[in-house]
């Protein structure tokens, strides 16, 4: 249903029970109230840019302890550089979610301390596995990464592409990043790491339960 179309059926004064309150100048800005929550489209839009953004911020500084944990394990080995040059985009991007969190003033998950230790374990622990482990890894939550900003490209072309013009162009040149990340990895022989399906898999499960997360806590 459109937001109009919602604003059409859920004024409480059309359905006659709640009577318009006086608002504030702040107020009347947003006064369009939603159904029977009380809540505003504006605060329901901001809340949704605010999980994007909390949720985008720790899945880079989660990528950034990823390959930070393979080049502790394979930084000197031949795929070093390659494994380098996919960090370095990486730090761009948290840098980038950086300056968006202080401009939209969203405040990180509070499982960021937990991120790290468990981004360079799992990015060391599959490195320990040898280059195609950590390249498994690479693939697993570049592909679970590009689908999720495909969701949240979707979600705010839908919601107003105009107004979420500058976070789309961000996320779409992130997932084009992302993808090509996901095929380095494949190209390094991901597939040949031990057991690659069985840990892709389990790769993305943490993926998604650290994207549940990280929306909302
Ligand atoms: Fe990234
Ligand atoms: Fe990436």
Redesign the pocket.
């Known amino acids: 249903m459109s937001c109009a179309q919602l604003m059409g059926s859920c004024f409480p004064w059309r359905l006659g029970t709640v009577a318009p309150r006086h608002l504030s100048a702040y107020g009347r800005r947003i006064s369009v109230r939603f159904c029977s929550s009380g809540l505003t489209l504006d605060k329901i839009s901001r809340a949704a840019v605010d999980r994007i953004i909390r949720v985008d911020h720790a899945g ?1 500084y989660g ?1 950034n302890r990823i390959y930070a944990g393979q080049m502790a394990v394979l930084g000197r080995t031949s795929v070093g550089p390659v494994i380098q040059k996919m960090w370095d ?2 730090k761009d ?1 948290l840098k980038k979610f950086n300056e968006l969190m202080v401009a939209y003033r969203v405040r990180p998950t509070i499982l960021m301390p937990f991120w790290n230790v468990v981004g360079f374990a799992l990015g060391a622990g599959t490195a320990l596995l040898g280059k195609e482990g950590a390249m498994a890894c690479t693939v697993a939550v570049e592909e679970s ?1 590009a689908h999720h900003y495909n969701n949240q490209i979707r979600a705010l072309m839908e919601e107003d592409p105009e107004k979420y013009n500058e976070l789309l162009q961000v996320i779409k040149k ?1 997932r084009d ?2 993808l090509e990340h996901h095929d380095i990895g494949l190209e390094h022989d991901a597939e040949l790491a031990p057991a690659y399906a069985v840990l892709k898999r389990l790769i993305q499960a943490g993926c998604s339960v650290a994207i549940y997360l990280s929306e909302r806590i």
């Open positions: 880079e990528a985009q990486e991007h990464i992130f990043e992302e």
